[in-house]
């Protein structure tokens, strides 16, 4: 009998192991180039993100930590998941063997300081765990977390000098962005504390909770490079930190358990019973997995190629890092008024909203696979509204406005949700406060464009891009008046949505910054940020990647542009121009093919553009080329740019079903071309999306024919009501373009202006 049964559990097992997308994350994409993502252990949207530093300064480092570095400062507790801007790494924790030293020391000396070197080769990463040797202690770190307790373990030698550190003076930025800290030293086990911090999110709070496993034989407090004396239980200022010491055996394991609260260090030790109430490793990095398994389970793709497997499951694994969540396990949390609220049951609040670039896939990607969530996710963004002195929020980071970006695009993720039926959010009070924005505040230029029709760009920074970001979100906020039944508020809004057109430049060709005066700006050339040295006229931009950022017509552009055919001409001579740049270098402008740029947002629903005008097989010609060559497996070249919490990575997700949205707020997708054979999507209620591909080749991408549900369909876009049953997309693709598929004026998606 056992002869016969133990086969068919190891079977059992390794049918389990093989159906497991974990294994398909690389969780280092992304950790080099500019890609600014980390490797450490976290749950889907967690509050935190339990990672190594390797560095705080400099702008690649604003996750904490880049793959060409070979020493590591710390283990930190909370970071930022591809953004352009650092902030977050609260308490380090570093342990060590030898003399106790309250500095980091350098990345060229690691031994002047608490540092240790690593190498890659003994790093070891999965969606949920992190594990590397700390070479110069011979100390084995292991990482996990919970939502809201990160968990390490850490093997130390044979040793009567081992300790850690814990240093609340380490920020990015430096030690000089902390504005107070508290230490206490509660007992041998346990240390409570927290700061406020001014770095990106001016005056964020972070308060922790830490318990040992083992009690500390002593502990010292230190602040600035004096020790308190030894009695001193609290420590309070800029510059704070504590050492704890123990004697250890070869292999000897101590756990520590460091729980999160922007509310308080009480709302941090709930934290830490609720979730993390005893020492078993094992269990919270199994819980974590099965977090991660579930999740990403949601998309099931069939392919041969390991490599798109491996850049698909990493990227949905991106997707899923922000916006992160930000209250306590009794519902506080602390609002954008710096005040602490209370939630009603079942609601959840959040932060990290990297808004100016999520909205264009990783929402929409949402509105797929994480219906489930958005109720809280825009509930949320509508709270901040009312919360924030700034109103509508604009890039909301740990209860601060960091008002970072043009635009106020929490109206097109609202618009989108309301246009797919998203249930149980406040539309109302959503659009009253986004009605306000548009229409009524004074804020970075609206008043300006509502008094000339555009920004004057001797008037205000940024001003192209204003105009044209202000005139889409216009657009979302009609959308929800519409369906509001505010048929005047739609109207005035839609006047609003078309001031774009007052800068496009018919002898250039291009969306061109103008004077206050009405005079164009000059000298101009679309390769430069701006006319003037005062300040660039586009955001991360040249008027070659703004000129197409009114993505609510692109009918209008069609006839701006004298019809279709010079439109396709203008989106052609886009790829194929020279990719040099004129004045300014922009770091964020990269992943150029031509003058398009694939590593900033601006850029990323052009290539669907020609959709609109006839060239469908043009979109996928495009598509396909972005999808094969601006992603990769590797640390370096992972993404294009910046990850930007997810949106890189949504791109592509999306983009290898086979559609995309080029108007969000419009419901509506567009159609690419599939990468993989076959993709099974679950979206809610037991509700799937099934994408299918026909071909003799894999390198066929040209679509011959698509049926949706069914059917023939002969539309170059399909809505966002056709799938949300659930539904079946089936694609016939061949090696030649049919010119035809889609071509006609009446198969063109919607836009503003009509055909």
């Not at 005056?203 to 040992?212: D, E």
């Not at 949320?380 to 909301?396: D, K, M, N, Y």
């Not at 799938?723 to 998606?749: I, R, S, Y």
Request: proline share 5%.
């Amino acid at each position: 009998m056992h002869t016969r049964i133990l086969p068919v559990l190891f079977l059992a097992a390794s049918l389990q192991a093989a159906d497991d997308p974990t294994r398909h994350v690389n969780v280092f994409i992304g950790t080099g180039g500019h890609g600014h993502t980390y490797p450490g252990a976290t749950l889907p949207h967690g509050m935190v993100q339990l990672s190594p530093d390797t560095y705080n300064f400099d702008w690649d480092w604003c996750s904490g930590y880049h793959y060409s570095d070979s020493s590591i400062m710390g283990f930190s507790h909370n970071h930022l998941s591809g953004t352009g801007v650092g902030d977050l790494l609260d308490f380090l924790l570093m342990p060590g063997t030898g003399p106790a030293k309250t500095e980091p020391g350098s990345r060229d000396n690691p031994g002047s300081g608490y540092r240790s070197r690593f190498s890659h080769s003994d790093e070891k990463a999965e969606p949920g765990y992190y594990s590397v040797l700390l070479k110069d202690y011979n100390i084995k770190a292991e990482l996990t977390a919970t939502e809201r307790v990160g968990f390490h373990k850490y093997a130390f030698p044979a040793s009567d000098t081992s300790h850690f550190i814990l240093d609340l003076s380490h920020a990015y930025g430096g030690p000089e962005r902390v504005a107070s800290a508290t230490l206490n030293i509660v007992d041998n086990t346990t240390i409570t504390g927290g700061r406020q911090v001014n770095a990106w999110a001016k005056g964020r709070h972070m308060y922790f909770a830490l318990r040992f496993s083992k009690p500390f034989e002593r502990a010292e407090l230190v602040a600035g490079k004096t020790a308190l004396e030894a009695a001193a239980r609290t420590a309070n200022g800029r510059d704070i930190k504590t050492l704890v010491h123990f004697k250890t055996t070869a292999g000897e394991v101590i756990y520590v358990k460091v729980a999160l609260s922007a509310v308080s260090v009480e709302g941090a030790l709930r934290n830490l019973q609720a979730e993390a109430p005893d020492w078993n490793f094992d269990a919270v990095r199994a819980k974590a997995h099965d977090a991660w398994k579930k999740e990403l389970s949601r998309a099931s793709i069939t392919t041969s190629d390991t490599r798109r497997r491996e850049i698909f499951y990493t990227a949905l694994y991106h997707t899923l890092l922000a916006p992160t969540l930000f209250d306590d396990v009794d519902g506080q949390y602390r609002g954008m008024d710096n005040q602490v609220h209370k939630l009603a049951a079942g609601e959840h609040n959040y932060s990290t909203y990297s808004l100016w670039d999520t909205y264009r896939a990783l929402h929409p990607l949402y509105t797929l696979m994480q219906q489930e969530r958005l109720p809280s996710l825009i509930n949320c963004l509508v709270r901040q509204g009312g919360e924030s002195p700034a109103g509508v929020p604009i890039w909301p980071l740990q209860g601060r406005e960091t008002f970072c970006m043009t635009g106020y695009h929490s109206a097109p993720v609202v618009a989108e949700a309301m246009a797919k039926g998203v249930k149980g959010v406040d539309y109302e009070l959503a659009y009253s406060q986004l009605y306000k924005r548009a229409m009524q505040d004074d804020y970075r230029g609206l008043g300006m464009l509502r008094k000339y029709g555009y920004i004057p760009s001797d008037k205000e920074e940024e001003s192209a891009t204003k105009t044209l970001e202000y005139s889409y979100d216009a657009w979302a906020v009609a959308q929800i008046a519409r369906q509001l039944g505010k048929t005047g508020d739609y109207e005035t809004l839609l006047g609003q949505a078309a001031l774009y057109r007052n800068l496009w430049d018919k002898s250039t060709g291009f969306i061109r910054p103008r004077l206050e005066n009405g005079e164009w700006a000059g000298p101009f050339d679309p390769k430069t940020t701006g006319v003037s040295k005062k300040w660039r006229d586009y955001t991360e931009a040249n008027s070659w990647q703004a000129t197409w950022g009114a993505q609510h017509d692109p009918l209008g552009y069609i006839k701006l542009m004298g019809g279709r055919e010079q439109f396709v001409a203008k989106l052609d001579a886009l790829f194929t121009e020279s990719s040099d740049t004129v004045g300014e270098k922009v770091v964020d402008m990269t992943g150029l093919v031509g003058q398009y740029a694939h590593g900033n947002e601006p850029s990323h629903h052009i290539a669907y553009l020609y959709n609109y005008a006839g060239a469908p097989y043009k979109t996928q010609q495009r598509v396909r080329h972005l999808l094969e060559n601006l992603y990769g497996n590797t640390p370096d070249d992972g993404v294009s740019g910046n990850e930007d919490c997810g949106q890189m990575s949504a791109w592509f997700v999306i983009s290898a079903l086979g559609f995309y949205a080029v108007d969000p707020a419009g419901g509506n997708y567009v159609f690419g071309t599939p990468l993989f054979d076959r993709a099974e999507i679950e979206m809610a209620s037991g509700k799937k999306l099934t994408v299918e591909a026909i071909r003799k080749s894999p390198a066929d991408f040209y679509i011959q024919s698509v049926e949706l549900n069914g059917k023939p369909y002969d539309k170059a876009w399909f809505p966002h009501s056709a799938v949300a049953n659930g539904g079946k997309l089936v694609f016939k693709l061949g090696p030649q373009p049919n010119t035809k598929w889609a071509a006609a004026p009446e198969a063109a998606p919607p836009s503003m202006s009509k055909p």
